[in-house]
């Protein structure tokens, strides 16, 4: 990426080396000056970069290795009082495609949609606005929230996607004398953005040391097969070693129907051991050293908050026991609702005597 500030325009462009693209047209920073200079900074994460100072404060910075454009702002006070910064827009970008603007879409919070503002109201942190043809585009995010909070817009001004963003401080004060750095905004162009969108979050996480532990891939039995049972699942296991263990596939999780208690409303609640007569006789024991055996991980689905009253496993457990009132209705199509007091879904509900119908915590 090439980056290059006009005095003539008070703006900068940015370049896409590999694609050729200018992917920012007109990028304008608030407060401009006239006073830009060349220089070499230095960052603890990102290590040596080159930036463009803008008025003394405000920087435009590329580090060998991140793929995006660096935008940082300085808030300096030289008067006698305090300064107090509410909110701020401090970058707006006119973007370069080499389409038109209304087949583009835009990702982020607000999930998928146009890019014009009547459809995308704005998006926290970050913002992908990409061709869906190609999927290409523009990745906005801001890498650090430690005072703000930043938020990117989009809309189409004059044939073309513009971009804004705005960092809400809510009442952020700067001392006589003294120099506070704003969050760092991170701009990029990917040839498919997700790719761009997944750079993004990599950054974040390098920024913070963010190491997270590898996540597991589950399998859950209840969808499938209900609780399944001792039998069928070690075939289920022993297919999902040979076929999706090397993908990354790590756990078998038994889902509700192991378990002992009594039925009715909702599951048994005996968490604490298997039923004799249910789909796992051998016990719960026998089946994880099995599904280990193959290289995976056991797992098992229960309530740790969760009780019947009438099970003779809690007859001497009652205190556990949040006493509740229970319902029972019927609602015009005739369906029969059955469970603890809630009028959400039901209109005339018929209250019964109490019952312990859920255990507190």
Known sequence: MSVEFRRGTRSFEAVSLDSGLRFIERGTVEGYNLRVANETVSDPVWGQGEAIRIDGGDRLILFPGLPFLVFEKTFMNGSQAD?????????????????????????????????????????????????????????????????????????????????????????????????????????????????????????????????????????????HAGASNERDLLKTAEFAREHLAPFGFSVVQIDDGWQAGVKGNGPRRNFTTHRSDGPYPSGMRQTAESIKTFGLTPGLWFMPFAGTANDPFFADKQDLLDPASYYTSVNEDGVKRVGCVSNTFIRKPLRLPQRMCTASS
Not at 144 to 160: A, C, N, Q
Request: glycine content about 10%; aromatic content about 10%.
């Open 83 to 223: 300064r107090v910064i509410d909110s701020i827009r401090p970058v707006s970008m006119t973007l370069g495609f080499r389409g038109g603007p209304a087949s583009l879409r835009a990702l982020g919070t607000a999930g998928l949609t146009e890019v014009r503002k009547e459809s995308n109201p704005g998006s926290y942190s970050f913002l992908a606005v990409a061709d869906p043809e190609t999927r290409a585009g523009v990745v906005v995010g801001w890498l650090t929230h430690e005072r703000g909070s930043g938020l990117v817009f989009s809309d189409i001004k004059d044939g073309r996607a513009v971009i804004e963003t705005q960092l809400d401080y809510g009442r952020l004060v700067v001392k006589p004398g003294a120099t506070i750095k704003s969050e760092m905004l991170l701009v990029g162009y990917f040839e498919d953005a997700r790719l761009g969108l997944e750079a993004y979050a990599d950054a974040v996480a390098r920024y913070y040391r963010i190491r997270l532990p590898p996540q597991p891939t589950v399998y859950c039995t209840w969808y």
